[in-house]
């Protein structure tokens, strides 16, 4: 299989993304049982369904018109695609703008250190590979948002305008990986409902990542790559990306996985 080649080189900003389009990427399931805490306990599949339909629903409609009012969500990308090479769990990306090396280290996989990262990375030539990386951020007037709420004793509010704004930055995330996809070719087998995808067990080739830091507990090399400063995210003196509705993302071609990464990483494709 061919190693796709990506429509430029270098990275590019998108500071106006309709927050409809990002909304129709959220999961629906993920919000209610994550973020609300909405549990289906002992209550049948119907009788929770009706639970998200009728309770959380409303909430979310009502926020999300809020938001779009009030401009409490203020999405940002930074996008781009650079020339890699691998060597061992060292991957290397070249700046084109400055034509020098930035590498980015991947943790090693809890267990087997040979296993699935090293096998993929084996899968990146060490000349003339791509990989394609992004960073989406909400902006800080979320966070900024959910202060007032505090601040005010509206601790009804928070958790449900919190989940929110963490969730949306998900559902960037989602929408600009299935845009890097399709830029990279590779999105050929990508469920076109948006509800499928986040049941679908195999897509098009390709390695995901979206903890937001390739290396948990020190730098972050794709913020640096990126310039997240661009959009108006920060690193923490904890290396954490600020603000906390921002997240990123590594995508490496590979023909044949399926798995999670302990970590985060999700290689996806067949």
Known sequence: MPIPVPPFWG???VEEVPLDEIFAFINGDCAGRGQWQVRKGKLSEEAYRAVLREKVAPVLARLKQQCKQENLLQPKVIYGYFPCQAEGMILSCTRMTANRESPVHLPRQAGDPTSVLQTILRRVPRTGGC???QLVTMGKVASEHSARLFASDNYA???VFHGLSVESAEALAEMCIKKR???LGIAGKDAPDIRRLFSQDIRAPGIVSATGLPEP???DPVFS???GERIGVKLTDEFSLEP???TNAIIVHHPAAAIQHPLGYIAIGK
Request: negative net charge; hydrophobic residues 30%; glycine residues 14%.
């Open 11 to 13: 990275s590019r900003v």
């Open 131 to 133: 990989c394609g990386f």
């Open 217 to 219: 507990g020190g730098p």
């Open 157 to 159: 509010e928070i958790p």
């Open 225 to 227: 790559l990126l310039d």
């Open 244 to 246: 906390e509705q921002s």
């Open 181 to 183: 996809r399709a830029d």
